[in-house]
């Protein structure tokens, strides 16, 4: 998943970007509302985490904008405001959680994966995400295909889960890099390329076609539908 932190507290914002990061997830962070702000509308995160009180705008006035503007990400708001009254303030804004300080990374975490937790999916599922045959843990970077349970790398994890997400469709690689990467990342011209080459390997071993097709001049689809009975035995 890709996260936007909009948070002020230096020391904050660093406790949380690193244990995010270290939970697998990709992380951005902004100090100030606005440019935070602007950064959740370009559209690429699956969660925010917001700061109640911000420089240039605060986190009640962020949310609310971001609703005006028809964007649904889901917002687990931090704050060290926590009535009842504070509470259902930042509810009524939008967010969709709200979670008081001080607090422990662990809630974090648990808390953003409810958010991120599809309604139909049972708790303690979060990471798991399935296609057809393919499932995909990305907790455990693991993935089950005809079978087999194939390991992967962090960004491997992470590339295979955005092409799972838009199974059947064109992912471009610039969509792949906004899910694997954050923003200070400078890539090459072939990292994505380079990432695709060595999931194609663990993922076809053994068949004759491969699942990630490559869409010339627009980026790479995953087809889980493709017809193996004439793949070679393994």
């Known amino acids: 998943m890709r996260i936007l932190v909009i948070e002020d507290d ?3 914002a660093s406790y949380l970007v690193r244990g995010l990061g270290e939970s697998g997830h990709v992380v951005d962070a902004s100090a100030e509302g606005r440019d935070g702000l602007a950064m959740a509308l370009e559209g690429i995160y699956d969660a925010l985490i917001v700061d109640r009180c911000l420089p240039g705008m605060d986190g009640l006035s962020l949310v609310r904008q971001l609703r ?8 687990l708001m931090l704050s060290a405001l926590a009535s009842t009254q504070q ?16 607090y422990a990374f662990v809630e974090v975490l648990a808390r953003l994966e409810g958010l991120l937790r599809p ?16 499932c995909l843990d990305s907790a455990a ?13 962090h960004r491997e994890t992470l590339i295979l889960e955005k092409l799972m997400k838009h199974c059947g469709e064109v992912v471009t690689r610039l969509m792949l890099l906004e899910s694997a990467w954050d923003y200070e990342f400078d890539p090459n ?21 491969s699942l990630i097709a490559t869409i010339p001049g627009a980026g790479y689809c995953l087809n889980v539908s493709t017809n193996l009975s004439e793949a070679p035995a393994r």
């Open 10 to 12: 230096a020391r904050t």
């Open 68 to 75: 005006r503007e028809g964007m649904q990400t889901p917002v």
């Open 87 to 102: 509470r259902v303030e930042g509810l009524e804004a939008g967010c969709d959680d709200y979670l008081a300080k001080p």
């Open 119 to 134: 309604r139909d999916q049972q708790p303690g599922k979060a990471s798991t995400l399935c296609v057809g045959e393919l």
């Open 141 to 153: 970077r693991q993935v089950t295909w005809m079978g087999r349970t194939i390991s992967l790398a």
């Open 189 to 209: 011209d072939n990292v994505i390329d380079k990432h695709i080459y060595r999931l194609r390997r663990k993922l076809d071993d053994g068949f004759g076609i």
